[in-house]
């Protein structure tokens, strides 16, 4: 019975993925090499370029600054030392999550 259990939940997770990356393929998104979503090539190649493994706020602020000169408008950015769970809103694919050098990072363009 354990088995049967144990064999249904991966079933419902791998279902469950596919279905994200459905949705997120729909979306124009895909997942980057840090195996986070993501819905702009530019937005990531920025996130990159700016994260220079300092502390948390100027990775943060860095990251905010580069997306914001170079995609124009105004971004919101969480940097950790973990990963972590979110869920926002954001205008026309301009999201992404990725990691680099222990620090995960998120923007977004509300």
């Known amino acids: 019975?354990?088995?049967?259990s144990s064999t249904v939940l991966s079933s419902v997770l791998l279902l469950s993925s596919l279905a994200a990356?459905?949705?997120a393929a729909a979306d124009s998104c895909y997942i980057n090499s840090s195996g986070f979503t993501?819905?702009?090539?530019?937005?990531e190649k920025a996130m990159h370029s700016a994260m220079s493994g300092r502390d948390l706020l100027a990775s943060a602020d860095d990251i905010q600054r580069k997306a914001e000169k170079s995609l124009g408008g105004k971004f919101e950015t969480v940097v950790a030392l973990d990963d972590f769970a979110y869920k926002s809103h954001f205008k026309e694919g301009k999201t992404c999550k990725i990691e680099k050098n222990g620090q995960y990072a998120l923007a977004w363009q509300p």
Not at 1 to 4: C, I, R, W
Request: with cysteine; hydrophobic share 45%; glycine share 0%.
């Open 38 to 43: 993501c819905c702009d090539k530019n937005l």
């Open 1 to 4: 019975q354990m088995a049967v």
């Open 21 to 23: 990356l459905a949705s």
